[in-house]
């Protein structure tokens, strides 16, 4: 399990496999059945939920038909913020792959 935060011993999966061999099998799975495994139970929320955080997309602003950029309401924004100070915690981060950050584009 060296590529994920040391579980407790509490929360390591008593199934029959190895916290390692789980994971193997999760990284296989596609993000919707892989949401579906972490709400299955709490051992495999821990081993699983980081997978989810591969790829982050963040749109913290809008551009208008002028290209003026535009700064969503304060929820938005403190939103995002949240998001953001999750995808840094210590059990996600270490498997953040790619950030992006985007504009929203306004239409008419």
Known sequence: MNRFFRAPSSIIPKVGLAPELWLEIFEHLPSRTLHVVTLTCQSFR????????????????????NNERYIHRLETVERTKKRIQFCSSPRIAHAVRECKFYPRYIVG
Do not use: V
Request: glycine share 0%.
């Open 46 to 65: 821990y081993l699983a939920q980081p997978l989810l955080f591969h790829s982050l997309t963040f749109c913290p602003y809008s551009l208008d038909i």
